[in-house]
């Protein structure tokens, strides 16, 4: 075992532990913290994997926006603070009868799939290229897919705009 | 115009901020405006302010004279009963009875400072000193008689 | 002439001499560690200081003049204090939480160490996407404030911890606009690259207005992302107590304070690199002779300097200026910086089109 397997064990270990350390809390920021452990694990693993870019996005978007905002909604709700009850057996019992189901789903995916690829084809993950077949309309460019979300993100903007705007001769 | 008055706006924010950094940054370049007194150290060569207020006085001239008619004016002006005039009745060369002050009772511990006193004196026999070291083991040493023993009135002082 | 760069090529070329490759990485590896930590040791006492005889000269004060001589030994002293002190955990706090958030605030600051470049051909790591790293990371020290004001159990920390939450992610958008637009000017994210770009001049003076634009636009959120007065309000005294650090004691408050001082080191080392060269020496386009001169300046001496220059101005802000209230600073940000910053990167964009850059 050399240095970078052992990276990349500690990786996943951090992952799967505070994964699970996240449905399992009793308390709900608890919940979201080691929620947020858990992507920092996955980002680790990109860069472990020289993918920074994607890491880092992995961290803006999701450290930086998606779990402050659920951590924002935590403190605005109530009894943030208490104690959650622990959740009735049954529910507890189907709650890993599924997760038993979708693990070996996964495990069966992975093993039944041969992976081909012998790590010789390297595409560069470097800024430009990322850049390129984001915006490139040939082989392989993304441009009709980066409008189409830009359009559902600005058509989310704008409603978030319209909801948050009160006409004045409503509310007076 | 909307866009006119935005860029008025920040332009004049600026300005606004840049004149306070003018200031604070002089300050920081001119270390001789510095007011702070290290006391203990400079306690021979303190200077204080011409208007800070130590304690109430009473100025006495070399024939150790005061101003000082026993009107009980400062005493009815202090707000907190610092001062108690103690009154006596001289007895004038042409046989007349006049009010004086014998003993002009200060009392350190209760007074805030506030000047009322001075202020309210008709004739300027009291003051405010710039002793300000009042620190002494016993309380009792704080109630002090202002005008010194065997002093007059001055003359022409009504 | 001499450079650190050698130093370290050395030291690497020694530790491979002797250990082998992967046992020369590692203690590499902990080298950087301790200098890293040692670093920070002594920006925070170097700063701190800085700051109390800023603010005393500024305040017409004396400021810290007893201990050691003119006061030096003064942060000294503070830290032995809070090295001794008591770290107590108030009841019913999130026992783990309260103790991870001051490490999280930290490790937040460390990583940002890694791609600034303190001299010529010496950095931590050389990270193809550095300022995009840089504002990845930055994102997480917020999530110690959120966890510090949380787990405290106490409302001043929670309402600080949501105050600072709300400005950092919304400060943030304008901050990354204004790096964006050196990004444009160099058309790359490396920030060796960054500082390559500005050998005939910096970014200030090469972007014309824009560029002047972008940098004061990003010193403004650079200190609101910093938490520092006049956008304090997370930790405004006498609203808050402290804000998110109210119940913290002893070496947990000067983890807090130290990751403080350190943001603001890097912010401005970042605002240096980007706006003012790195530790590219002071050019003048053809002067030849002159350009000479400025070369014999260590490159770090060049760096240090500028990024103490922006320190300094940061302070200068703070005991200038009132804190200001939280709709004026949401007003400041949304109405004003926003949009200015985005019509600006779309001016850096022509200039870096057309080439009218210098």
Aim: proline share 3%; aromatic share 12%.
């Amino acid at each position: 075992m050399n240095g970078s397997a052992i990276i990349f064990y500690g990786l996943g270990a951090l992952t799967l532990v505070s994964a699970l350390l996240a449905v399992t809390a009793k308390k709900i920021f608890r919940a979201a913290i080691f929620l947020l452990f858990t992507l920092i694990g996955v980002a680790g693993i990109y860069f472990w994997l020289n993918y920074e870019f994607i890491a880092a996005v992995q961290i803006v978007v999701y450290v930086g926006g998606i779990v402050v905002m659920i951590i924002f909604s935590i403190f605005l709700t109530q009894q943030s603070g208490e104690k959650l009850p622990s959740p009735p057996t049954r529910r507890m019992v189907s709650a890993l009868v599924a997760t038993i189901l979708g693990f070996a789903l996964a495990g069966l995916q992975i093993w039944q799939h041969h992976f081909t690829g012998d790590g010789k084809i390297v595409i560069e993950p470097s800024v430009l290229n990322i850049g390129k077949r984001m915006l490139g309309t040939g082989d392989g460019g993304y441009a009709l897919p980066f409008e189409v979300v830009s359009m559902l993100l600005l058509a989310a903007m704008i409603g978030c705009i319209v909801i948050a705007m009160r006409s004045n001769n409503k509310t007076t | 115009m909307f866009l006119v008055d935005y860029l008025k706006d920040i332009t004049g924010a600026i300005k606004s901020l840049l004149t306070g950094m003018r200031r604070t940054g002089y300050y920081f370049t001119h270390h001789k405006e510095i007011i702070t007194q290290q006391y203990p150290d400079n306690r021979d060569t303190l200077k204080l302010p011409e208007r800070f207020r130590g304690e109430v006085v009473m100025s006495h001239n070399e024939s150790n004279e005061h101003r000082c008619t026993g009107c009980t004016a400062c005493e009815l002006a202090c707000p907190n009963g610092t001062i108690k005039v103690v009154t006596k009745f001289d007895i004038s060369p042409e046989g007349k009875k006049k009010k004086a002050v014998d003993k002009f009772i200060y009392h350190l511990e209760l007074c805030t400072m506030c000047n009322l006193c001075i202020e309210a004196c008709p004739t300027d026999a009291i003051r405010m000193a710039q002793s300000f070291e009042h620190s002494v083991y016993d309380r009792a040493e704080l109630t002090k008689v202002l005008n010194k023993p065997g002093s007059k009135i001055e003359e022409g002082v009504e | 002439m001499w450079s650190l760069s050698k130093i370290s090529g050395l030291i690497d070329h020694w530790l491979n001499g002797k250990l082998g490759s992967g046992w020369a990485s590692v203690a590499e590896m902990v080298i950087v560690g301790l200098c890293v930590i040692g670093l920070f040791a002594i920006l925070g006492l170097v700063l701190v200081l800085m700051e109390r005889k800023v603010s005393a000269w500024m305040q017409i004060r004396l400021g810290p003049n007893r201990v050691g001589p003119k006061g030096l030994l003064q942060s000294l002293a503070d830290t032995l204090k809070l090295l001794v002190k008591e770290g107590l955990t108030p009841d019913g706090a999130d026992k783990f939480l309260f103790n991870l958030a001051p490490f999280v605030a930290m490790i937040a600051a460390m990583l940002l160490m890694a791609p600034i470049a303190f001299a010529k051909d010496f950095q931590i790591w050389d990270v193809n996407i550095g300022v995009l790293y840089i504002t990845a990371i930055s994102s997480i020290s917020v999530i110690g404030i959120l966890m510090a004001g949380w787990s405290s159990n106490n409302k001043y920390s929670l309402l600080g911890a949501m105050r600072s939450g709300a400005q950092i992610v919304s400060y943030e958008l304008s901050a990354g606009l204004s790096i964006l637009s050196i990004v444009v000017l160099t058309g790359s994210l490396k920030v060796s690259d960054i500082i390559a770009a500005q050998q005939n001049g910096w970014w200030i003076f090469k972007g014309h207005v824009p560029a002047l634009i972008a940098f004061v636009i990003f010193i403004i959120a650079a200190t609101a992302e910093t938490n520092r007065a006049p956008f304090d309000l997370a930790e405004a005294e006498s609203e808050l107590t402290a804000g998110f650090h109210t119940e913290y004691s002893g070496m947990k408050f000067a983890l807090f304070f130290l990751a403080e001082y350190v943001n603001v080191f890097i912010v401005c080392a970042i605002g240096a690199t980007l706006f003012l060269g790195g530790w590219m020496p002071f050019h003048i386009g053809s002067w030849e002779g002159f350009n000479h001169i400025m070369d014999y300046i260590p490159s770090s001496i060049w760096f240090f300097g500028k990024t103490f220059f922006l320190i300094f101005l940061i302070m200068w802000f703070r005991w200038t200026f009132p804190r200001l209230r939280i709709d004026q600073l949401l007003n400041l940000e949304w109405k004003y910086l926003l949009p200015i910053g985005m019509v600006n990167i779309i001016l850096v964009t022509i200039v870096a089109i057309k080439g009218w850059h210098f």
